[in-house]
């Protein structure tokens, strides 16, 4: 519109035919600057008169509008910020600027960029009157609140992000808005993911992740708020109960939604979910602290096996504090030389004569001896273990070259490997180095490792093994039998030894079941020309099982328990005078 064609503003028929006429010159060029809405209102708001144009905009007809005021116009969760924005006019004088969405009369909405100042001419300092005019920002506005909203969405789900979810939080939990109303935090994790990430490829990966975040959303109201976090990481807040409902049988049909499998790229995919719950008000009223605690409760969680729901409690923080300090306690215990490797024993089934051995680690901690499952899980958790992992690599090397000195040559001696060392990049070369340091052929030192560490990154871990392989150091496969019944990778990996695991030994009376898996493993080795040593032999009923078998080695309480080095050291000079007697000769065999 040019100021050459000056548009027309005519005063609507007024229910108050004595209300002063409008300078509709004044309207027009306003009109003439390009803002489509133009009214003069009363101070109750009500049209005075209009421009055409407005007219057309809202597309309201102008006998409607006579009757109408300016906050009926606009969008009702706005009408309190228009009439401050006009009593702040009144107030100073001075115009005044918002952007405030206006009804049309077709149900859309038109964002405009709204001018207040106060009309000129006769007026009541007590009844003033105003000039509104404002401009077409609609298709800003819009832009501005897409890109709004594209940043505090997560694009893969389309679910709310961090940021959305703290801004949230921020909002209805610490502004006070929710009190009085419960809600539960839910903090899920999704268990294993990186292992379906890593094994199936980043495409199959997210469209698990969209597939999951579907199924959840399901399972709430529609104005839970629900968050994707991180990678696998997700947020609830549910705060739409039913009368019947309890938060533990929702956290329940959630884990068991998540059961049935997930039918992604062709491939029926099953997931589990750790779950941590937090409640309002009663664990904490603030939402850090709430998601803290929903945090806290998913690893305990986690650590009760995966694949549940845990509530916060006060005791939850209790065990974390126990393991800090148990943390603070390793690392000096570690300076101060508490941890310690002992052997056990592994001898020939037929002769008993001990051939090598298992290092096994122990902590004298000043309150008494810590057993290893209390402690490699914690080390593994803070890194430590890659600490202890590579001094008890150094240990048992140094350990071996004594022995030798001292007249005990041992075939090899075992040493257990977390699945943490190995994502460590220093790991093969810790190896290595204590394997040079110590002078000791490689082939003496066996990695025992399990299923598990196969199977979580099996390309890293193919090419450690494939290069520590070549090195000359060896491998087991520990604990064999509990993980993954895949048995693809006794071919794929460089693997020298198996070691049956004591649960399957321990039922060997017992169970035909066991003893026919017990067998089905002695045979496949020697088709695969595996070594095996069955773990946990206690009796010599379960020796005599396995000597039937053909199982070559064996280790357990019915020789010995492991061994501080000394009494290792007597405990072999002790075999050696009886298999002298009983087979008149007391040289240790090579096991490969
Ligand atoms: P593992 O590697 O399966 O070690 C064998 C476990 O069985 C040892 O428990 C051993 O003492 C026990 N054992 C041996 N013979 C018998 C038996 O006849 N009967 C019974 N009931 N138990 C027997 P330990 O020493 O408590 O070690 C537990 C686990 O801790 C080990 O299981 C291993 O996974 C881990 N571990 C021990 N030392 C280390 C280490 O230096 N590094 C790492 N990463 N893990 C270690
Ligand atoms: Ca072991
Ligand atoms: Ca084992």
């Known amino acids: 519109m040019t100021a050459a064609s000056k548009p027309t503003v005519h005063a609507l028929p007024a229910a108050d035919k004595n209300l002063p006429k409008l300078k509709d010159d004044r309207l027009a060029d306003i009109v003439a600057q390009n803002a489509a809405f133009v009214v003069h209102v009363d101070a109750r708001g009500r049209l005075l008169a209009t421009a055409e144009s407005t007219v057309a905009l809202l597309g309201y007809p102008a006998a409607y509008l006579a009757q109408v005021s300016l906050q009926d116009l606009v969008m009702p969760e706005h009408v309190r910020e228009l009439e401050e924005l006009m009593a702040l006019v009144s107030s100073t004088g001075e115009p005044q600027k918002a952007a405030i969405p206006f009804l049309r009369a077709d149900e859309g909405c038109y964002w405009l960029d709204l001018s207040v100042q106060l009309a000129q001419g006769p007026g009541d300092k007590n009844e003033?009157?105003?000039?509104?005019?404002?401009?077409?920002?609609?298709?800003?506005?819009?832009?501005?609140?897409?890109?709004?909203?594209?940043?505090?969405?997560?694009?893969?789900?389309?679910?709310?992000?961090?940021?959305?979810?703290?801004?949230?939080?921020?909002?209805?939990?610490?502004?006070?808005?929710?009190?009085?109303?419960?809600?539960?935090?839910?903090?899920?994790?999704?268990?294993?993911?990186?292992?379906?990430?890593?094994?199936?490829?980043?495409?199959?990966?997210?469209?698990?992740?969209?597939?999951?975040?579907?199924?959840?959303?399901?399972?709430?109201?529609?104005?839970?708020?629900?968050?994707?976090?991180?990678?696998?990481?997700?947020?609830?807040?549910?705060?739409?109960?039913?009368?019947?409902?309890?938060?533990?049988?929702?956290?329940?049909?959630?884990?068991?939604?998540?059961?049935?499998?997930?039918?992604?790229?062709?491939?029926?995919?099953?997931?589990?979910?750790?779950?941590?719950?937090?409640?309002?008000?009663?664990?904490?009223?603030?939402?850090?602290?709430?998601?803290?605690?929903?945090?806290?409760?998913?690893?305990?969680?986690?650590?009760?096996?995966?694949?549940?729901f845990v509530f916060y409690s006060s005791d939850l923080e209790k065990v974390k504090a126990e393991a800090f300090s148990l943390e603070q306690d390793m690392l000096s215990g570690i300076r101060t030389g508490e941890f310690e490797l002992h052997y056990q024993p592994i001898v020939d089934a037929r002769t008993r004569e001990v051939l090598a051995a298992e290092a096994l680690m122990r902590w004298n901690h000043p309150q008494g001896q810590r057993p290893p499952t209390a402690f490699i899980p914690l080390a593994e958790d803070n890194g430590l273990i890659n600490l202890l992992g590579s001094w008890a690599l150094r240990m048992v090397c140094a350990q071996l070259a004594r022995w030798d000195a001292n007249g005990i040559s041992l075939a090899y001696v075992g040493v257990n490997v977390s699945p943490v060392q190995f994502q460590n990049p220093a790991f093969s070369q810790s190896v290595m180095s204590a394997v040079r340091e110590?002078?000791?052929?490689?082939?003496?030192?066996?990695?025992?490792?399990?299923?598990?560490?196969?199977?979580?990154?099996?390309?890293?871990?193919?090419?450690?093994?494939?290069?520590?392989?070549?090195?000359?150091?060896?491998?087991?496969?520990?604990?064999?039998?509990?993980?993954?019944?895949?048995?693809?990778?006794?071919?794929?990996?460089?693997?020298?030894?198996?070691?049956?695991?004591?649960?399957?030994?321990?039922?060997?009376?017992?169970?035909?079941?066991?003893?026919a898996i017990v067998s089905a493993m002695l045979s496949l080795a020697r088709e695969l020309d595996l070594s095996v040593v069955a773990e946990g032999v206690e009796t010599e009923e379960q020796l005599a099982i396995l000597v039937e078998r053909e199982c070559q080695y064996i280790q357990g309480w019915l020789f010995s328990k492991a061994l501080p080095p000394e009494d290792f050291e007597h405990f072999v000079a002790t075999q050696v005078v009886i298999s002298l007697k009983g087979r008149g000769r007391g040289s240790l065999f090579r096991i490969f």
Do not use: C
């Open 128 to 308: 003033p009157r105003f000039d509104v005019f404002g401009y077409d920002v609609t298709s800003w506005v819009r832009k501005e609140h897409q890109l709004r909203d594209e940043s505090r969405r997560d694009p893969l789900t389309g679910m709310s992000n961090r940021a959305h979810l703290r801004e949230w939080m921020i909002e209805s939990i610490d502004n006070g808005v929710a009190s009085g109303k419960a809600f539960a935090v839910m903090m899920l994790d999704l268990d294993g993911f990186k292992r379906i990430n890593d094994s199936l490829g980043h495409d199959i990966g997210d469209a698990l992740l969209r597939a999951v975040g579907k199924r959840l959303k399901a399972q709430l109201h529609q104005d839970d708020v629900f968050a994707r976090l991180g990678a696998d990481e997700f947020v609830l807040v549910a705060g739409n109960l039913d009368e019947s409902d309890t938060w533990d049988r929702l956290a329940a049909r959630i884990v068991a939604a998540m059961q049935r499998p997930f039918s992604v790229g062709g491939q029926q995919l099953r997931v589990t979910f750790s779950i941590g719950i937090a409640l309002y008000p009663e664990d904490g009223l603030k939402s850090s602290q709430l998601l803290k605690h929903a945090d806290l409760a998913m690893y305990s969680a986690k650590d009760r096996g995966k694949n549940q």
């Open 438 to 515: 110590s002078g000791i052929d490689p082939g003496r030192l066996v990695l025992e490792i399990t299923e598990g560490t196969l199977i979580k990154n099996p390309e890293q871990t193919e090419a450690i093994l494939s290069r520590l392989h070549a090195f000359g150091v060896r491998f087991a496969i520990d604990d064999f039998g509990t993980g993954y019944s895949n048995l693809s990778y006794l071919r794929r990996f460089p693997i020298s030894e198996i070691k049956i695991d004591r649960s399957f030994v321990s039922d060997i009376l017992e169970s035909g079941h066991d003893r």
